[in-house]
């Protein structure tokens, strides 16, 4: 199995951009799908971005298309999501989720079976 660990959560004010950070140890990261999702108070937890394997594809939820950009590097076993002009909607607990299972990645989250523990993200008007 692989073990999760995001950072790189904190306050920012709107318009601004923030990085965070999933690292991995166990098994062969590249081996992995990965996915970020965010909850935010009150809400279901929903899928923000998704990158497979190897990279070469990426995905986007409508409501952040455009100003997330969602990365890997399977030397260092960490995926990024570079979030940009963000917007005080965007406040949420933000999670990175892993799958051996998808040949792609996916955006339901039982498509993923191993969860970090969460970083907060909190966007001020």
């Known amino acids: 199995q692989v073990q999760l660990v995001e950072s790189g959560g904190g306050l920012v004010q709107a318009g601004g951009s923030l990085r965070i950070s999933c690292a991995a140890s166990?098994?062969?990261?590249?081996?992995?799908?990965v996915g970020w999702f965010r909850q935010a108070p009150g809400k279901e937890r929903e899928f923000a971005a998704g990158?497979?394997?190897?990279?070469?594809?990426?995905g986007y939820a409508d409501s952040v298309r455009g100003r997330f950009t969602i990365s890997r590097d399977n030397i260092n076993n960490t995926v990024y999501l570079q979030m940009d002009s963000l917007k005080p909607e965007d406040t949420a607990v933000y999670y990175c989720?892993?799958?051996?299972?998808?040949?792609?990645?996916?955006?339901?989250?039982?498509?993923?079976?191993?969860w970090g523990q969460g970083t907060q993200v909190t966007v001020s008007s």
């Open positions: 989720a892993a799958s051996a299972r998808l040949t792609w990645y996916g955006t339901r989250r039982d498509s993923y079976d191993y």
């Open positions: 166990g098994r062969t990261f590249s081996n992995y799908a």
């Open positions: 990158i497979t394997r190897s990279g070469a594809g990426t």
